[in-house]
């Protein structure tokens, strides 16, 4: 069973209020979603979106013959979230969570040929859609851009070798399951601090199969395009690159000059649509962790709306 990472820190950091809306936009075991429902009530409104059929339907089970919120569930990628609620004709909201990544339960099913820890067909789409599989990656793409990835997404140091390893092996046979995968990039490797040499490819290779990075810049922008003044996007974590993205992303909408230094005078003229509100991102308590080891690199940043005078006027 998936555990919901920094639960209570993430729907305190977002003040929700009875009556108001939210988007989950990472539905997934739906301990965010439960606990807005509690905080917004029976006139508030709950949009859950997932990739992930599953998710959908588990949650639709969860809520049958409760009272609650109104709610809506979507199978679909959050970088969608603006035309989800237009669709749904819901203008603006109040606050936006996203909790980065994949839960317990879809890394240890087969269907999902995700982790080393199981015997599985290569595969590793959350949303089962598209051509681009693990499969597809590790027994067709070049292998200058297998280190690419391998350096960019799981900055794995022996990148090089371990795609030239792959590479030679896939000429004399396609590469098919997790386990063929793991052996070849393990090779004579030794653990290190406990931690399985295929954990940081594996790594690469999710984020690229799922096009992870660069659809969390796509949501960050337009969910804060959904938000009303004072609305709050929380985003939790679970690697250095989405961290990094998303406190930079907050950086650079906060209205702060980001002029080259060389340039005299101020000309980028940066609006300022952002107040950071975890100026340190917030990490689990050691409970949490005693309890959830797998939540130990969490980071939970918080930021809320400021729409400028223009904007509010044309609400
Ligand atoms: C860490 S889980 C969320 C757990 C949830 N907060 C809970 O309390 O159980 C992340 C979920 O986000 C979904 N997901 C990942 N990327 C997505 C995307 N681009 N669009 C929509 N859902 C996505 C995954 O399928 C997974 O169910």
Redesign the pocket.
């Known amino acids: 069973m998936?555990k919901?990472?920094l639960?209570g820190e993430t729907i305190d950091s977002l003040n929700l209020k009875p009556g108001m809306t939210v988007v989950?936009?990472?539905?997934?075991?739906?301990?965010?979603?439960e606990l807005a429902i509690q905080k917004i009530g029976e006139k508030g409104t709950l949009i859950g979106?997932?990739?992930?059929q599953t998710?959908i339907d588990e949650f639709k089970k969860k809520i049958k013959n409760k009272k609650g919120s109104k709610v809506y569930l979507v199978k679909?990628?959050?970088?969608n979230i603006r035309q989800i609620l237009k669709d749904l004709k819901i203008d603006k909201v109040d606050a936006v969570?996203a909790?980065?990544?994949?839960?317990l339960d879809?890394v240890k099913n087969k269907e999902y040929g995700m982790s080393f820890q199981v015997d599985a067909p290569l595969d590793m789409r959350?949303?089962k859609e598209g051509t681009r599989t693990a499969y597809h990656i590790v027994n067709s793409w070049k292998e200058d851009s297998l280190v690419e990835i391998f350096f960019k997404y799981g900055e794995e140091r022996s990148a090089r070798k371990i795609a030239k390893r792959i590479v030679e092996r896939r000429k004399e046979k396609e590469i098919e399951t997790t386990k063929e995968l793991e052996a070849i990039i393990v090779g004579n490797s030794k653990t290190r601090r406990g931690i399985n040499p295929a954990t940081k490819v594996f790594q690469a290779l999710r984020i690229a199969v799922?096009n992870?990075l660069e659809?969390l810049e796509v949501?960050l922008k337009e969910a804060i395009d959904v938000l009303n003044n004072k609305g709050r996007l929380a985003v939790v974590s679970f690697h250095s690159l989405e961290d990094r993205l998303v406190k930079q992303f907050f950086r650079a909408n906060t209205g702060g000059c980001i002029c080259p230094k060389e340039l005299p005078v101020c000309v980028c003229e940066p609006e300022k649509k952002l107040e950071v509100i975890t100026r340190k991102p917030i990490r689990p308590s050691e409970e949490e962790l005693k309890e959830n080891p797998r939540a130990r690199s969490a980071k939970l940043r918080v930021a809320e709306r400021r729409l400028s005078l223009e904007n509010k006027n044309k609400k």
């Open positions: 998936h919901t990472v639960l989950d936009a990472t539905l997934g075991g739906g301990g965010h979603s979106i997932d990739l992930d998710a679909d990628n959050f970088i969570i909790d980065l990544g994949w839960r879809q959350l949303g799922n992870e659809n949501f």
